[in-house]
């Protein structure tokens, strides 16, 4: 039994198959194809089956990452969306929270509402808070709104109906009659989507859904019809923004929660492999083409978040807490107005991509830059199989970067490299010094295929010691979407003081959100013995406007005294204090329903290869070193316990780790680079 991992990046898809038996595990990467995605997933299919003469019926696991639905909000695109929702309430996604997060730079523009006012549409109908029906849904008035939609051509449409998290029953009979007169539409109810209070939030979030919906859907036909080509028969899942594993027809149903799926499952490879080696804390740091993603694993767990902002959009699902820059191998370096050095976070992308890839790009990138010092092999990269063109590399830095700021070409490549470095820097520090945490105590966990060209330098400049670079970095998302489970978050809204009563009313809340889970877990054909469920409840202080999450897994007479405690001490932790004496409010409860994935066991590495450099070449390590020579190892001639001095540089088919003069790596035994930044 053959298991694939597929993440789709903007410059390379990445696959990794692993033998459910053995663990042996094979990486592979294609250029991805931004026009269909699914192209690069059927290529890289396709040439794993017959690189490694496989049966495509001995293929019984497909998870896949996908940046569809993030693509489509952060380039604007997406159907031809409407809203419906209650009288007197079409104006909240333009009016949002007032926020002003950059009220001095007069360059930042509000992004347009995902549905145009022309098409924000009311109804007469009105629910309460407690979920009492006030005002009766106008059906005529929802008929006559699905005419006019139907007249102009809307591909999809979001219902938001005011409280509709109490009581959906307006909501769905909403969609009965949307569905009867636009059957080719996409129809989704927030109710479904973001059953939560918070009216901007649920606007938000379900009309993003509706704006991503039908190119999902497209994509999604041609992923399986690609799939089916490859000759494997069984249905592919794909990862969400959680980290989990969801169905494609869950997919195709919460576009939404796919707004981080491959970065998330690098957290959680990362989280597995530091729990297993003995760095149960890490900062995860994902460099692709176009982006740098970095989240904190704290106690081999990774760290979540309600709710983000993507492309400007809140977006309230349950998250992996990342933060990303546009800083990846593609980015752009350029000279803004006044004649200073920017890098990013425009990108070359996949196509046409930086001048030294040969495939037509014209401006300097970071990868140009790193090929001009040598860090990245200036004759091919992918094992040989990609040629590199340093020359051109080199010209283009000297013609846009060098000469107009009169540098010389080294000068002016480590430049662009620093200041994508302070970028990436402060990312690490904005989730992790930025909250409390002691980056002394923490070790970078570098992927991506160029995280390890980055990485120790970041590491010094954050004060992180050790710097961890797992095995084939580039295809560590996909690796970690073989290590993720199938999962799917619920929430029922329960605004309430705590008290004796209300604790017992949780109960109930919990009841009826057990048996949602167990109905989506048997649309997803997991078996009882593999379910697992986990239960939060978010609470506040009375008064406050934002809550923490605390843990809550039984509820005995005796259990709302702990949970009282571990609220104060989940507050303290979060903002640094905690009031005892105050009444604590309950705002959802929470339940992650979990099934069980069998996964192949992670090996230890054997012994092999000579643990002999293959070769030297001169590396530019900056004005203090210079030109340095400096030995080049292949990474599969390295065993566990090598030992490697810097200066050299460790290559491998996806990615290149430089380590720096006077920096030491020793390989562990299951393959990882161990670097000590001291």
């Not at 909240?92 to 549905?115: C, M, N, W």
């Not at 993603?293 to 902002?309: F, N, Y």
């Not at 283009?396 to 107009?404: G, H, Y």
Request: hydrophobic letters at 40%; one cysteine or more.
């Amino acid at each position: 039994m053959y298991r694939i991992g597929i993440d789709v990046g903007g410059t390379f898809t990445d696959l990794v198959l692993t033998h459910g038996e053995s663990g042996k595990t094979v990486f592979h990467k294609v250029p991805s194809t931004p026009h269909d995605p699914s192209e690069a997933i059927h290529r890289g299919i396709s040439e794993l089956i017959q690189d490694n003469g496989l049966d495509p019926a001995d293929i019984r696991h497909i998870g896949h990452g996908t940046t569809v639905a993030t693509n489509l909000v952060i380039e604007r695109k997406g159907a031809r969306c409407a809203l419906l929702t209650t009288q007197g309430f079409r104006d909240i996604l333009d009016i949002g929270r007032q926020t002003r997060p950059h009220i001095f730079d007069y360059s930042v523009r509000k992004p347009e509402a995902l549905a145009p006012r022309k098409w924000r549409l009311e109804v007469a109908e009105r629910i309460d808070a407690r979920g009492q029906a006030v005002e009766p849904l106008d059906e005529t008035a929802v008929r006559q709104a699905a005419q006019a939609m139907k007249d102009g051509g809307i591909e999809a449409v979001a219902i938001c109906f005011l409280h509709a998290y109490r009581n959906p029953a307006h909501e769905i009979r909403a969609g009965e009659i949307l569905r009867e007169v636009l059957p080719q539409a996409y129809v989704c109810l927030s109710s479904e989507v973001l059953p939560e209070f918070r009216e901007y939030e649920r606007f938000s979030t379900t009309a993003l859904n509706a704006k991503v919906g039908p190119n999902m859907e497209r994509y999604l036909g041609r992923f399986l019809q690609r799939v089916r080509e490859t000759g494997v028969k069984i249905e592919p899942f794909t990862i969400h923004s959680n980290g989990g594993l969801m169905s494609v027809e869950s997919v195709r149903r919460f576009p939404v929660r796919t707004c981080l799926s491959g970065p998330a499952a690098g957290v959680v490879g990362a989280a597995v492999m530091g729990r297993i080696i003995g760095y149960p804390d890490l900062v995860t740091f994902d460099v692709g083409g176009t982006s740098t993603d970095v989240s904190l694993i704290a106690d081999g767990k990774a760290m979540l978040s309600a709710s983000r902002s993507v492309a400007g959009y809140p977006v309230k699902t349950p998250m992996v807490d990342i933060h990303v820059i546009g800083a990846g191998g593609g980015s752009l370096a350029w000279l803004d107005d006044a004649g200073s050095l920017k890098v990013g976070p425009q990108s070359a992308g996949a196509v046409p991509g930086p001048v030294g890839y040969g495939r037509g790009g014209t401006l300097p990138t970071i990868t140009d830059a790193q090929i001009s010092l040598h860090r990245l092999n200036p004759v091919a990269v992918l094992d040989g199989k990609m040629p590199i063109y340093a020359d051109a590399a080199r010209q283009v830095m000297r013609e846009k970067v060098a000469e107009p700021l009169g540098l010389g070409v080294e000068v002016a490549s480590e430049g662009v490299i620093r200041i994508a470095n302070a970028n990436m820097s402060r990312a690490i520090r904005s989730v992790s010094t930025e909250r409390g945490y002691d980056l002394s105590k923490f070790a970078l966990f570098a992927f991506g295929g160029a995280g390890p060209l980055h990485a120790l330098d970041v590491a010094r400049e954050c004060g992180i010691p050790t710097v961890i670079v797992p095995p084939e970095p580039g295809n560590m998302c996909a690796r970690g979407i073989l290590l993720s489970d199938i999962s799917f978050d619920f929430v029922a809204t329960a605004i309430a003081v705590v008290t004796p009563q209300t604790w017992a009313d949780a109960t109930s809340r919990f009841e009826s959100l057990q048996r949602a889970a167990d109905q989506w877990l048997d649309e997803e054909k997991v078996a009882p013995q593999d379910r697992a469920f986990v239960k939060t409840i978010d609470a506040r202080y009375v008064g406050q406007n934002f809550e923490v999450q605390v843990p809550a897994q039984d509820f005995d007479a005796g259990s709302l005294d702990a949970f009282l405690r571990d609220f104060h001490a989940a507050h303290q932790k979060e903002y640094g204090y905690d009031v005892p004496e105050r009444q604590v409010e309950i705002i959802n409860c929470r339940m992650k329903a979990v099934g069980a994935i069998v996964k192949a066991p992670l090996v230890k590495l054997e012994a092999r290869g000579d643990n002999q450099p293959s070769g030297s070449r001169e590396i530019y390590f900056g004005a203090g070193h210079g030109w340095q020579p400096s030995a080049v190892y292949h990474r599969s001639n390295l065993s566990p316990g090598a030992r490697v001095e810097g200066p050299a540089v460790i290559e491998e088919m996806s990615s290149t780790t430089v380590i720096r003069p006077g920096q030491s790596m020793v390989m562990d035994d299951y393959g990882n680079l161990i670097i000590n930044i001291a």
